[in-house]
Every structure is written in structure tokens, then in C-alpha cells.
């Protein structure tokens, strides 16, 4: 977007690749080596797409391109391949990964004193660049773990003395729309505002899921030239994960009404209708079940809660917050086991082909969103015994 003021990510990846760019061009020099520091994959692979671009013609990638790891590879060999000229290519590109290794284990002396000795007299035809995706950096620098600051400044004083600095800082919200928006228009496409905060929402500002995402969204209103809120909604998986994280939560406050309105709102949205009440009921069950584990492990925070819930066993990162707070709307483990068996009944009940699907769903969430003492024997409740 024209006169957008980009995040510190955006605008340190912009220099980078104005920077790179000039080199190719032969308008400017080329620094000897960059340390491309901090763990926001996105801009890495837009710094490495422009090196590539610039630097590396496919038909002498095998000769001129090097990805070389510190957990398999020492300094010594990484400087040595800098220092041999090519007799295949013009310039050599050479990506150093695993970093970290340099900063673990005693204080590498002979491995500094040798970076130290190359970039004083560096192979003027070839480039380090060093991946020190071990640190995170803020989008707003001033919230910064004092862990990442540290090994920020080290990296600073030791690889920055000789290289040009990258910083990858973590992409804001409000960028990863401004980009999203950006995106869409080069594409051809306005992307209404309201899409673009959803698409970053139900993501968790995940610019590698967004971009994924943003371009299904292309396809899919190719020819329309917009996308709307709705196109969001259908076609992004963790956008009708937002719907069902607000039945929930409907349902943890009891509000009967509201959870009847946003179950009909996922039915009728619901490119299946009724034959989506299976998958439905299944990220009931599954959103209970995170509910129970974070509620015996008294999950307070949603820094704890990765630890509380297995891999495979976790809620986008947007949802969180909101399911630790519903979580603890619930007195205790009998009321969640109560929900579960509602839904397990409501399960045997919709795969034994009722004649209304919907009325099941409806059953349920009118049962879930009950006040549990206030609960009056009918389906489900009436039939099953809660009190031990």
C-alpha cells in the first residue's frame, strides 16, 4: 500500500532487498555477509528469494548455491568453501544455518578469531548469509524476552561487527492486514477491511498461513475482483473454527439464546447443511475435552496452556486466550464430564440417522447451555445420571 508505514520486519526486509537488488544491478556494493536474525520465517524466505533473484541463476544453482548447518558443519568448513573460488560460477551464495551453535558451549574463540581473519579480507565473489532464527523479535521490540536481548546484542557484537544486520522482527496485526490488503490489489482483487481482520484473526497473524490462505482466496474470486468477509468465512478452515469457539462460549456463560442463534448461523453457512452436524459435534467434543485438561492443570495463561495440551491436541493460537477464560466459568470436572456425555449421547443419536439432524444439534446446545442446577429432566439429562 502506498504511504503505509510498515512494521519494523517489513521495512528491515525492504532495505535488505533494495540493498540486494542495487548489487545485482552493479549500482552498489554487496556486503560480505548478513546475519538474518530472528525467527519469522515469512521475511527469511523473502530475503532468500531475493539473493536467489539476484544471485543465483538456476542453471548454475548447483554450483553456486550452498546450504550449510553448524550442527553438521564447522566455521572452519563454511569459511574455507568462501575462500575457494568457483571454477563453475561467477559468485558464490552461501547460507549458513543452525547458528546457534556458535553461541553454546564454551566461547569459541578459534571460531571468532577465524570469522574475524575472512571478513578482513572476504572473497569479494561470494556471500555469507547467517540464519539466526533462534531469536525472536518482537514486533514492538520493547516487549522483547530478556533471554532474546541478550543473545541480540551478542550476536550484534560478534557477527554484526562484520556483517549487515537483518532484523526479522515478528509481523503485527495490523501489518500482516496492511499486507494481505496489499496483496489482493496487486492481484487485481479489493480485499474489503473486514476480511482482511478476520483472515488475520482466525490465523494468529501467521504470515506463512496467511499467505496460503490469501492465495486460495485469490482463486476462488478470481473474475469477482473482491473478497468479502463471507469468502473468508468459507473458505478458511480456522475462520469457522471462530464460530465454533463462540458457540462455546455461549454456551459456558449459559446463554441459551445466543448459542441456539450461532449454531444456526454454522448450520446455515455450512456448505453441507445438516450432513455437517458430525463435524460439528466433533469440534464440540474436542473443544470440552481441551476444556477439562486445561481445567485440572489450572491453566491460567496461554504461555502454559502449550505445555498443558499435547501436539496435535491444540487450538489456534487466537482461540487461547478465549478457551482458558471458558474453561473457568466451570466449577469443577463434574460439569464439563457432563457436557461430554451430552455430546457422546448426541453422537450415537445423529449416526443413527434421526429424521431431523438439526433438531439433535439444537437438543444439545439447548441441554449444554443450561444452567446445570436449574436443568430439568428431559432428553439426554433425564436419561443420565450426573450426581456421581
Given amino acids: 500500500m502506498s504511504g503505509a508505514r510498515w512494521g519494523a520486519g517489513f521495512t528491515a526486509v525492504g532495505r535488505f ?10 549500482k552498489a556494493p554487496l556486503k560480505p555477509g548478513y546475519v538474518l536474525a530472528g525467527d519469522e520465517i515469512f521475511l527469511l524466505d523473502r530475503c ?4 536467489l533473484k539476484g544471485f543465483v541463476p538456476v542453471e548454475l544453482r548447483d554450483f553456486c548455491l550452498s546450504d550449510m548447518d553448524l550442527g553438521s558443519t564447522s566455521i572452519f568448513e563454511v569459511l574455507d568453501r568462501a575462500q575457494t573460488p568457483s571454477l563453475m560460477a561467477p559468485f558464490q551464495v552461501i547460507f549458513v544455518r543452525n547458528v546457534k551453535q556458535l553461541y553454546t558451549r564454551g566461547t569459541k574463540k578459534d571460531e571468532f578469531a577465524a570469522l574475524d581473519r575472512y571478513f578482513r579480507s572476504p572473497n569479494p565473489q561470494a556471500v555469507l548469509l547467517f540464519v539466526a532464527d533462534f531469536i525472536r523479535i518482537s514486533s514492538d521490540t520493547r516487549r522483547m524476552e530478556m533471554e532474546d536481548k541478550n543473545r541480540f546484542e551478542r550476536l550484534t557484537e ?51 498461513l496467511i499467505a496460503s490462505e490469501l492465495e486460495k482466496l485469490l482463486l476462488y474470486t478470481d473474475g469477482r475482483g473482491r473478497i468479502t468477509l463471507g469468502d473468508v468465512e468459507t473458505m478458511v478452515l480456522a475462520a469457522k473454527q471462530r464460530s465454533l469457539y463462540e458457540l ?50 489450572n491453566v491460567r495463561d496461554s504461555r502454559a496452556i502449550w505445555q498443558a495440551l499435547w501436539q496435535g491436541f491444540r487450538m489456534p ?72
Avoid at 168 to 182: F, G, H, I, Y
Fill in 158 to 208: 560478534t557477527l554484526g561487527a562484520h556483517c549487515g544486520m537483518v532484523e526479522l522482527a515478528r509481523v503485527s496485526e495490523d501489518d500482516a492486514m496492511r499486507w494481505a490488503t496489499a496483496t489482493a490489489q496487486e492481484a487485481g482483487n479489493r480485499m474489503d477491511g473486514d476480511a482482511a481482520r478476520e483472515l488475520v484473526d482466525a490465523l494468529g497473524a501467521d504470515m506463512m
Fill in 248 to 297: 462455546t462460549d455461549a454456551i459456558s456463560q449459559h446463554n441459551q439464546a445466543r448459542a441456539l442463534a450461532i449454531l444456526h448461523g454454522l448450520l446455515n453457512s455450512s456448505d453441507a447443511g445438516e450432513d455437517a452436524a458430525i463435524g460439528h459435534l466433533y469440534m464440540l467434543a474436542r473443544t470440552f475435552r481441551q476444556m477439562l485438561v486445561i481445567l485440572e492443570k
Fill in 48 to 51: 532468500r528469494a531475493a539473493v
Fill in 317 to 388: 493460537p487466537f482461540a487461547a486466550d478465549d478457551l482458558i477464560r471458558q474453561a473457568r466459568r466451570y466449577k469443577g470436572r463434574r460439569e464439563l464430564t457432563r457436557a461430554l456425555r451430552l455430546i457422546a449421547r448426541a453422537d450415537l443419536e445423529l449416526r443413527s440417522s434421526p429424521p431431523d439432524k438439526r433438531l439433535v444439534l439444537e437438543r444439545l446446545v439447548y441441554d449444554l447451555a443450561a444452567e446445570p442446577k436449574a436443568a430439568q429432566p428431559g432428553w439426554a439429562s433425564g436419561q443420565l445420571s450426573f450426581e456421581g
Fill in 17 to 26: 532487498v533494495a540493498e540486494v537488488e542495487a548489487a545485482a544491478s552493479g
